[in-house]
């Protein structure tokens, strides 16, 4: 939802009252976000005073870097899958806005919305989908069906966007791209429900920690290498890409 509300609004407010209005917004969330988490301490520092103890873990139950050799084949593919996926939704999603602007003849505030359909999608159900995965189970079945709905994204969007239709303000808007997104925000909400959930059946309790870690250290890593190739593929000698104000002449 957070996504989706940056959306929306700061493409607003950099159009209407310039970037640096935008930067500044951003950094009052931060700063809230900032507050919430000494409002956490605070509280946290009191309960412990109110109960009378402090929770100490003991030696056995510390995490030892000799035990990432305990890590097993499943919880290695699990990081594999999400590398793999992310860097294949988040590149999508951040090019979607000038995508829609020059493929389907979509008006440039539409587009910096329509950009976080996907995200939209996922905080309606998302909550839905996690109770029907933790009442079924299967998670691998699930992030393997999430993977290939994923990949059908990609593929739909590339025959999509062959089409030779004319673009300009007086030719119609061209729909079809409703279609790709929506699969993308039920598979992204399918995958980010079975996939994160999967990992403490992976991995020992006193290791889950560093599991969470590792296999968001890993998405990451793939984060910042994907989408620069990405955008080099797509750069051209007129444009550069902008995730929320689309299409940006040089």
């Not at 084949?73 to 602007?101: D, G």
């Not at 300009?168 to 079809?176: C, I």
């Not at 403490?200 to 969470?212: E, M, Q, R």
Request: include cysteine.
């Amino acid at each position: 939802m957070g996504s989706v509300i940056n959306g929306i609004v700061e493409p607003k407010v950099a159009g209407s009252s310039g970037i640096p209005a935008a930067l500044w917004l951003g950094l009052g969330v931060c700063v809230f976000s900032l507050a919430c988490g000494i409002l956490l301490v605070v509280v946290d520092t009191y309960a412990d005073k109110v109960d009378g103890t402090k929770a100490k873990i003991s030696d056995e139950d510390k995490f030892k870097c000799s035990q990432l050799k305990e890590f097993t084949l499943p919880f290695w593919l699990i990081c594999i899958s999400c590398v793999a996926v992310y860097c294949s939704v988040f590149p999508y999603t951040t090019n979607t806005s000038v995508m829609l602007r020059k493929e389907f003849n979509v008006s440039k505030n539409l587009a910096g919305a329509l950009y976080s359909l996907p995200f939209l999608i996922s905080a309606i159900i998302s909550p839905f989908l996690g109770l029907m995965i933790d009442r079924v189970g299967k998670r691998a079945l699930f992030i393997m069906s999430s993977t290939f709905f994923v990949a059908t994204t990609n593929i739909l969007t590339a025959i999509l966007v062959t089409n030779d239709d004319p673009i300009g303000e007086e030719y119609p808007v061209d729909w079809s791209f409703l279609a790709p997104l929506i699969i993308l925000g039920f598979a992204y909400s399918v995958y980010s429900g079975a996939l994160w959930s999967s990992i403490p059946y992976v991995v020992k309790p006193n290791t889950l920690g560093t599991a969470f870690g590792i296999c968001t250290a890993v998405q990451n890593l793939g984060l910042t290498i994907v989408p620069s190739i990405v955008g080099y593929t797509i750069k051209d000698d007129t444009s550069t890409a902008h995730p929320y104000y689309g299409y940006v002449e040089e």
